[in-house]
Each structure stands twice: as structure tokens, then as C-alpha cells.
């Protein structure tokens, strides 16, 4: 009695056991009747089949999109990966509206995103690494900064950057720190925690009038490392300029410079950017730097905002040393989350 309620009626009148698969079977018959013998389904969609075709050209070209009005560019870039989004919907309406045409065009952005994106979908992380950094920009109006400085020092860093360090909250960072690092350094608004000694610590000019980036040397137990810690200027999207990024470009073309210049082999930088890997106007830095993230990290890393992350703004890149894994950090009372990465700095073997 109990194997008749796995049985099934059968074409015949009769009753058998459901074979898997069946009902995915009569889903795709149900969605595709009509199908065969129309010779609309390839007239129909059009105008799907060239939005598909427009959103893949967006996607190849983006390096292409000028950025002399409102920075579309680099808007574009900034959430490049979020077009995948439309590819789903694309293909739903093509269903919807029958049309074999669409469906075969939504196949080109499709296989463009995952050559794109297709890489950071995939664990590669490894458990080696002589070294591990964080950075964090702790929002200037964070409503806690002991409890956000104790939660990133949980976190295990040898390094650990700060940025947006309202000069009010300095003592309140250094003393949550002090149990964990011994040494520190403090330069405008962004600051260098270190197990590790520190010396040569100046501030790197990245033409803003104020200084909101600096540079240490950290001597770690497998030799001396060039530190940097920025934080770039904000960008903004506004109705009536688009885009506004001139001064954060500015400052990365100067941050990029500093980075060519420096004389260590290892170089660590860790900072807020204020744009992503794909966005053009940072080539001055990630031209000559890998990202943590990209290298040797889980899925996209994203860093902000941190209520619902969009865009990995957040940034830890290096020169000199191989990456080993990479990660965000759990959220504190700031509005970004912090980002993490073990790094390996023996590359001799």
C-alpha cells in the first residue's frame, strides 16, 4: 500500500513508479509547444537579440567607453560584473516571447561574463602565507571605534591599516590596538599598525593638500617590506556631472608613481581606492601591482557598502610577493566592510 503513493499514472491507464527527470521533461514540453513548425520564433525578439548583442559589446568594449562625459567609463567598470545581471533576464523574456533568435544571441554575453567573471567564481585560496594584512577604512563617524579596532585585531593580522581616522578618534584606536601591536603610526587621517618593527615612515604626496596616504617599512621575519597605505579621494554620481573622479585620478596617477619609484623589492599596498580593478583611471597602480583578491581569493570580495556590498573599493595589492588567499572581514560600525589577505614573501622556491 505504501509504494502506491510513488506511483504515477502511465500513458497506457497504467500506474508505474515516476522515472527523475520526468517532470523536467514535461516543464521543457509544456514551455517549448508550439515551438516546432513556427516559423515566427525566428522573426520574434529582435529587439532582444540586440539588446543581448549591445550588452555584450558593453561588456568587451568598456575600456572603450570615454570617459570625457561624467566618467562613464569608469562608472561602468566600477560595477562592471553587476551586467551579468541582465543576462538572466534577457533570457527569460526570449522564452517568453518564443524566440530562438534571442536565445541564441543571449549566448554571446553570457559566455563574455564568464570570461570576464568566470575566474573569481572559483575558491583560490591556499593555507600558506608568511604574512597576513588587513585594511579597513573605519568611517570617520563610526559610532564605536574601540569595538570596530578590536574586531579587526581578532582577525589575526601581522599589518593591519586604518583609514579615515578622524583625528578626534586617534587615541581611542591606539589604545585598542596597543595590546595586540606594538608598533604604530599615525599620518593625517590613515595610520599602520605593525607586530613587526616599523621605521622610514613619511606621508606620500598624492596632491590633495592634505595627507591621507603614507609609506613604512615594516621588518618582518622574512625580511624588510615596503608598506603603503592610502586612502583615495571619494568619487561621487551626480545628475548633473555624472561621474565626479577627476581628483581621485589625479591622486592615483600620484599614488602610481610613489609605487614605481620605491627602491624594496616587497611592496604591500592597503587602502580605500575608491574604485575597483576594472576601473581604468587606477592603471597607475594596478598596472605594476596584482590584487590579493583577483590572485587568490573567494568569489568577488566585495567591500561596500557594507549593508549590502556591491563594488570592492577595498584594496589589498602587492609587488614582490605571491598571493596566497584573500577575504573579507565580518562587519563593524563602519559602512565597509574590512578586507584581509595572507601573502607569501619567500618566493624563492
Not at 553587476?82 to 522564452?95: N, S
Request: glycine share 10%; hydrophobic share 45%.
Amino acid at each position: 500500500m505504501a509504494q502506491q503513493a510513488y506511483m504515477t499514472e502511465t500513458a497506457d491507464g497504467g500506474s508505474g513508479p515516476e522515472r527523475p527527470g520526468s517532470r523536467l521533461r514535461r516543464l521543457l514540453h509544456r514551455l517549448f509547444a508550439g515551438w516546432r513548425g513556427d516559423p515566427r520564433i525566428w522573426r520574434r525578439g529582435i529587439i532582444l537579440a540586440a539588446l543581448a548583442l549591445l550588452l555584450a559589446l558593453v561588456m568587451v568594449l568598456h575600456s572603450r567607453i570615454p570617459n570625457r562625459v561624467g566618467n562613464l567609463g569608469s562608472l561602468t567598470e566600477t560595477f562592471l560584473p553587476w551586467l551579468g545581471l541582465a543576462i538572466p533576464l534577457l533570457l527569460l523574456l526570449a522564452l517568453v516571447r518564443r524566440s530562438a533568435t534571442a536565445l541564441i544571441a543571449v549566448l554571446l554575453p553570457a559566455i563574455v561574463w564568464l570570461n570576464l567573471f568566470g575566474g573569481l567564481l572559483t575558491d583560490k585560496s591556499g593555507s600558506g602565507g608568511d604574512l597576513m594584512v588587513a585594511t579597513h577604512n573605519v568611517n570617520a563617524g563610526n559610532p564605536d571605534p574601540a569595538a570596530t579596532a578590536r574586531s579587526v585585531a581578532a582577525s589575526g593580522a601581522d599589518i593591519l591599516a586604518l583609514e579615515e581616522v578622524p583625528g578626534t578618534a586617534v587615541p581611542v584606536y591606539e589604545q585598542a590596538l596597543a595590546p595586540t601591536y606594538r608598533y604604530h603610526a599615525v599620518v593625517g587621517t590613515v595610520g599602520l599598525w605593525s607586530k613587526y618593527p616599523m621605521t622610514d615612515v613619511r606621508d606620500v604626496d598624492i596632491k590633495l593638500g592634505w595627507k591621507r596616504a603614507m609609506r613604512a617599512t615594516v621588518t618582518t621575519p622574512k625580511g624588510p617590506v615596503a608598506v603603503y597605505v592610502a586612502h583615495m579621494p571619494s568619487v561621487r554620481v551626480k545628475m548633473e556631472a555624472g561621474f565626479t573622479a577627476r581628483q581621485r585620478d589625479r591622486s592615483a596617477d600620484a599614488l602610481g608613481e610613489a609605487i614605481a619609484d620605491e627602491p624594496l623589492k616587497r611592496v604591500v599596498l592597503l587602502g580605500d581606492l575608491n574604485g575597483t580593478m576594472n576601473d581604468r583611471s587606477l592603471n597607475a597602480v594596478t598596472s605594476q601591482m596584482r590584487s590579493t583578491q583577483g590572485a587568490a581569493g573567494s568569489g568577488f570580495g566585495f567591500s561596500w557598502p557594507a549593508s549590502f556590498p556591491m563594488a570592492r573599493i577595498d584594496q589589498i595589492m602587492v609587488r614582490g610577493a605571491e598571493p596566497e588567499s584573500s577575504w573579507t572581514l565580518p562587519r563593524t560600525g563602519s559602512d565597509h566592510l574590512p578586507v584581509a589577505a595572507r601573502v607569501k614573501l619567500d618566493t624563492s622556491s
